[in-house]
Structure formats: structure tokens, C-alpha cells
């Protein structure tokens, strides 16, 4: 604990503030803000943007997003990336559904087996990285081409059939859809909620947590106080590739089709969610918190540009000004308050 | 007698062989579509096919439209001495330069699939899509499914893209005099992200929306998924669109998608790799071959048992 304590100690009389000045201080504010000023704007424009139909039809995709985020920001707290998310994301549906659809294996079986190798692909870019010494940025590029070269060639190209997930327990236990209210939601729901409660606690109360931290923060340094850096790197990177793999899964379920294509650009989106949410780019810092925030930052903006009713082709031009306009706002409040203090 | 024999056999074997050595040629294949794609899979199983059926090697590449990367694999080709080409158009002109260095290296180019009059082709097998988009258009309004004044929604996978471009060319030469609009939205080429953009563009203009054009086989293969998603039962909106994958065959038959057009992909390939073969033979391909049928419910189950290969 004490490593990570150490670096908020110059930052001393954190507890004498005022309670707004310390709501401030914290790096979810500025995606908190950004977030509700979102919700406010879109349902403004549109009412129906919070309607019980269109939160039903957002939260699904935004929670695999979440799921890979979540893991993406331990790994970028350690000062490393994970370029091969999208990929693994892709690959392990397809690897999972040409188990099963071969006859090979039951559909839990193969899941577990999905899951598996993606965490061996995980150990596979740790391994890179921390014994070769290769950025991970760099490993992690290749090994999203190997997976989704591999996935490609495994299937011709061709996409898996999931038609028959629907009577399966472990597909219900996934992602099966039910009723609170008027809203529809399904179990990723779940499951995104208790990764995101269980990574919070590792990052923050755990000493992994802080061998997180500390690794991504100064890792010499870590290494000087007995941190098993390297260690914690593989752990993390394989912690990646298994939560790609288990929202790939999830995804193929949901939208009954396994391409081998599926997950492409995902890893960026991803990383902007994180970096959006506060942690730091180049390692040091995280939050599980704002992770979940940026999260729904993102696909919230995606869902509420379409729902005020900007112009079809001119979507991109949206998402990319306010992507600007919300990192501009994320920064200017991050040194606000570090003028402030 | 015994070394007559011998030498008979002999000269037998080297008759046989060498006229098979002397025909077996190399073609090369090369597509603008995506590798996962599944229409596109279709396309390259009818490449495939061909290369078995014939004895001649054909190489296959995908470039997922990147125009570059295509026009490279083309300039490879020439490199390597093939026998002929067949390529699709990436962008209206791109493929202006590298048909004419293909040319002027005596290798015939033929284009399948997206028809570019700009291109100095050898021949063209495959739609004309600006007469597919016309005919999706007519559809709606013969069948009385859209009126003077009503909005049709076209998402597609590639906005810009030839195939969405030509489509939209003959979809307005119906609708403009009829004071019908419509509009064209983006939706990638993932599948998460397809149905989810899908989703929520119904979410959001649902009242307005009086039919579906997809302009790709990927968002009309949506349709189902993404009506389940929102609540809206087949049938309530006019649908049609593309019909080359399983997703949109059972579509058509459960009543989501009203009409689909099936490009017949396998045929393409095949028909656009022998007439590069007759053109590396000498015998030049001056004539186009157009396919495209525009099926309903009752031929769904046909063009089904073809993907399905029954």
C-alpha cells in the first residue's frame, strides 16, 4: 500500500478540503461532468433518448465494451496496452462456435476452452514483453494480425452459425435477456457490474493493486521494493485477453453471429473509454470508476448522436468533434485542479 | 518389342503431359471485398471451384477496400507473368492505370462484380447495380408499399463505396419524381456495431420510416436482429435489399425482408475467371454477362439451398 499512498502524500491536505473541492479533485469528476452533461443535452434534443426502449437497446453493447475496458485499464495502470483485444474479441467466438458446431465439444466446454486460449494468448504478448523487452504497443499489433489472420483462415472467412445458443444454459447464463419494468436487460449487464466492483477492489484495496500501480508508475522503482513487475504485467495481459474473449463470446451470442471480422477497431475505442475515464495514458494511474464513465461516455454519444437526428453520413464528423470537445473539457478540468491544489 | 514398347509408352506419357503442362495457366483473382465478408466468401468458393474444375492455379486476395493494396496486388500480377485477371472496381477510375499496364503486358482483365465503364476492362460479369437500385425502388412503389411524399431509410456497411453509390444513382431515378426521400446512414462492416447503429437509427425515426432499402448484404442480413431488437414485427416495414447470404434467405422466408436480389457469387467468379481464360487463349471476351434476380418468399428457399450448398 505504501507505494501508491506515497505518490498522494504531496498532495497532503486532500482530507482538510472542502467536500466540492474534493469531489473535484478526484480524476472521475471531469468524466462525470462530461457524462451528465451528455444525457442532458441528448434528452433535451430528444426525449426519447432516455425512453425505457432505447436505454434497453444501449446498455447490451456498451457492456461488452465495458467488459474489455475494464481489464484495459489495469493493464494500462501497469504502463502497458493491449493492441489484440479487438481481435481476441473476434477470434474467441469463432473459435468457441467451431467447437461446438463440429461436434467437438459442448458449447460449456468450448467456452471454457475459448477462454483459455485467449488467456495463452495473453501469456503469449506478457512473455514478448517482459522477457524480450518489445513495447507492448508493438507485440500486441502483431499478435492482433496472427489472431485475426488465424481466425480468417480457420473459417475460410466464413461466419459461425449461433442460431441454436437459445437452448443452451451457459448461453442464458451469458447473455440471457430479461424484464425489469419496461426495460429490457441481459446478464452481460451482470456480469459487467461484478467485474467492474471485483476490479475496482483489486485495484484499490488489494496489494496487487498496488504492484499495479507501482508497475506502471515507476517500475524500477517497483522492482527496488520487491514488486514482481513482470509478473504482474503477465497476469494482467492474460487478465486482457480472457475478458476480450469473454465479451467476444457474449457479443456472438447476443447478435447470433460469430464473424471472424467482428472486434475490428474495438481496441481503440477501447483505450479512448479508459484514457476518457482518467486513467493515466502512460501508466501510474487508474480508475475502475471512470472507466465504467467513459464507457458509457462513448457509446452513450454514439447512441444520442443518431437519436437527435444528425445526418446520416455525417456521423463520423460528430463522434470525432466531440471526442475533441470532451477531452479538451477532461483536461482543462485535470489541470484546474491540479492548479488548484 | 519390349523396348518399343517402352519407348511408345514413353512418348504416350510425354503426349499427354505436355499438352497439360503447355495449357495449365495461372490466374489471379483479386477482390476489393472484405475476407469475412460472407458474400464475399461465396465469390471466392466460385474462384476455388473454378481452379479445381479446370486444372489452372488461380491466387486469391482480398483488400477490404483498400484501393492501394489492391492496385499493388494487381501490379503483382503482371509481375508474375499471369494469364489473366479478374478484379473488381474499388472506386469508380481507380483502376484507370493498372488495367492499361496489364494491357500493354498482353494479360487480359476482366471485372466482376461492381461495373466501371471508366476502366478500359477486357469484359464485365455481374450487376448493373444502378439498375438493382432501380429495381429495389420500382418494387416499392409497384407494390403500392411507399407513396408521393414518404421517407425511406438505405443504411449500408461502406458509405461512398461504388456498390452503395450506383445503387443510390437508380434508387433515385424512381424515387425523385415521386417526391419520396431517403437517407443514407453508416453502419461499418461489424456486426455488433451494425446492429447496434441500426438499432438505434429505428429507435430514433421509427414513425418516419416508411421502408428499408440495404444497400449491402451485411445490414440487410440485419434486418431481422435489429427489428427483434427494437420491437418491430416482420412485416410492419417494407423491406428490401441485397439476398446473397443465409441471414437474409431466412429473412425473406419468415417475412422481415420483403425482396431480395441474389448476384449469384459463385457463378460470377466462375464466369469472370473463363472468360479470362478464353481471352489468355486469344479469343477475345468483347461482351458483358449480367446476372441478378430479384427473388420474394417463394424462391428464398432455392437461393437458400445454394448457400447452404444442398
Not at chain 1, 467466438?93 to 477462454?115: D, E, K, R, S, Y
Not at chain 1, 500501480?213 to 522492482?223: E, I, K, L, M
Request: aromatic share 10%; proline share 5%; glycine share 10%.
Amino acid at each position: 500500500m505504501a507505494l501508491a499512498h506515497e505518490t498522494h502524500s504531496r498532495d497532503v491536505p486532500a482530507d482538510e478540503r472542502p467536500l466540492l473541492r474534493r469531489l473535484i479533485a478526484k480524476p472521475e469528476f471531469g468524466p462525470l461532468v462530461l457524462l451528465v452533461v451528455l444525457i442532458v443535452v441528448f434528452t433535451a434534443i430528444n426525449p426519447n433518448f432516455l425512453s425505457p426502449l432505447n436505454v434497453s437497446n444501449t446498455f447490451p453493447f456498451t457492456v461488452e465494451f465495458g467488459l474489455m475496458a475494464l481489464a484495459m485499464t489495469l493493464l494500462m495502470t501497469a504502463g502497458e496496452f493491449d493492441l489484440s483485444v479487438g481481435a481476441v474479441f473476434g477470434f474467441s467466438a469463432v473459435l468457441m462456435w467451431t467447437l461446438f458446431n463440429q461436434g467437438l465439444v459442448p458449447l460449456p466446454l468450448a467456452f471454457v476452452i475459448a477462454i483459455a486460449v485467449a488467456a495463452l494468448i495473453g501469456l503469449v504478448n506478457g512473455l514478448f514483453v517482459t522477457r524480450l523487452k518489445i513495447p507492448s504497443f508493438l507485440v500486441t499489433l502483431g499478435m492482433m494480425l496472427v489472431v485475426r489472420g488465424t481466425a480468417l483462415f480457420v473459417t475460410d472467412g466464413f461466419p459461425q452459425r449461433t442460431w441454436n445458443a437459445g437452448d443452451q444454459w451457459i448461453a442464458n447464463l451469458l447473455v440471457g435477456d430479461f424484464y425489469i419494468g419496461p426495460f429490457r436487460l441481459y446478464m452481460s449487464l451482470f456480469w459487467f457490474i461484478l467485474a467492474a466492483v471485483i476490479f475496482w477492489y483489486i485495484l484499490n484495496q488489494t496489494k496487487f493493486g498496488n504492484w499495479i500501480q507501482a508497475a506502471g508508475g515507476n517500475p524500477a522503482a517497483a522492482r527496488a521494493r520487491g514488486v514482481h513487475v513482470d509478473r504482474t504485467k503477465l497476469i494482467l495481459f492474460m487478465l486482457c485477453s480472457a475478458m476480450a474473449a469473454l465479451a467476444g463470446v457474449i457479443s456472438s451470442i447476443r447478435t447470433s453471429a460469430a464473424n471472424p471480422n467482428s472486434g475490428t477497431g474495438y481496441e481503440l475505442e477501447v483505450i479512448a473509454m479508459v484514457v476518457i475515464g482518467g486513467t493515466a495514458l502512460m501508466g501510474g494511474r487508474g480508475t475502475i470508476v471512470g472507466t465504467v464513465l467513459g464507457v458509457f461516455i462513448l457509446r452513450l454519444m454514439r447512441n444520442g448522436i443518431v437519436m437527435i437526428g444528425v445526418p446520416g453520413l455525417a456521423y463520423n464528423i460528430f463522434i470525432g468533434a466531440i471526442i475533441l470537445g470532451m477531452m479538451a473539457l477532461h483536461y482543462g478540468l485535470e489541470r484546474r485542479n491540479h492548479a488548484g491544489n | 518389342m519390349l523396348k518399343n514398347l517402352k519407348l511408345l509408352l514413353a512418348g504416350a506419357a510425354l503426349a499427354v503431359a505436355l499438352p497439360a503442362m503447355a495449357e495449365a495457366k495461372t490466374f489471379y483473382w483479386i477482390s476489393h471485398g472484405g475476407p469475412a465478408d460472407p458474400v464475399w466468401t461465396y465469390f471466392l468458393q466460385g474462384a476455388n471451384q473454378w481452379a479445381e474444375d479446370t486444372g489452372n492455379t488461380v491466387n486469391t486476395s482480398f483488400h477490404s477496400g483498400d484501393v492501394p493494396s489492391q492496385q499493388e496486388a494487381v501490379r503483382s500480377a503482371i509481375a508474375a507473368g499471369a494469364d489473366g485477371i479478374v478484379t473488381t472496381s474499388p472506386d469508380p477510375g481507380s483502376m484507370n492505370a493498372v488495367v492499361d499496364e496489364a494491357h500493354a503486358a498482353g494479360i487480359p482483365v476482366i471485372n466482376i462484380n461492381t461495373p466501371d465503364p471508366t476502366v478500359d476492362f477486357d469484359a464485365y460479369v455481374g450487376m448493373d447495380l444502378v439498375v438493382t437500385g432501380a429495381q429495389w425502388a420500382q418494387y416499392l412503389v409497384d407494390k403500392g408499399l411507399v407513396k408521393e411524399g414518404d421517407f425511406v431509410w438505405m443504411p449500408v456497411e461502406v458509405p461512398g463505396a461504388t456498390y452503395g453509390v450506383q445503387e443510390e444513382q437508380g434508387i433515385r431515378s424512381v424515387f425523385e419524381p415521386l417526391n419520396i426521400t431517403w437517407e443514407v446512414t453508416d453502419n461499418t462492416l461489424d456486426q455488433a456495431e451494425v446492429i447496434t447503429r441500426m438499432s438505434d437509427y429505428l429507435t430514433a425515426n421509427r414513425d418516419k420510416i416508411k421502408a428499408i432499402i440495404g444497400l449491402g448484404d451485411l445490414v440487410t442480413g440485419s434486418v431481422k436482429r435489429v427489428f427483434d431488437q427494437v420491437g418491430v414485427k416482420p412485416g410492419d416495414i417494407p423491406v428490401v435489399g441485397w439476398g446473397n447470404s443465409l441471414d437474409t434467405t431466412q429473412e425473406v422466408l419468415e417475412g422481415y425482408v420483403n425482396a431480395a436480389m441474389w448476384q449469384d457469387p459463385h457463378a460470377t467468379s466462375y464466369v469472370g475467371l473463363s472468360l479470362a481464360n478464353m481471352a489468355a487463349s486469344g479469343i477475345p471476351a468483347g461482351f458483358d454477362v449480367l446476372v441478378g434476380n430479384l427473388y420474394e418468399k417463394d424462391g428464398a428457399q432455392l437461393v437458400d439451398d445454394i448457400l447452404s450448398g444442398k
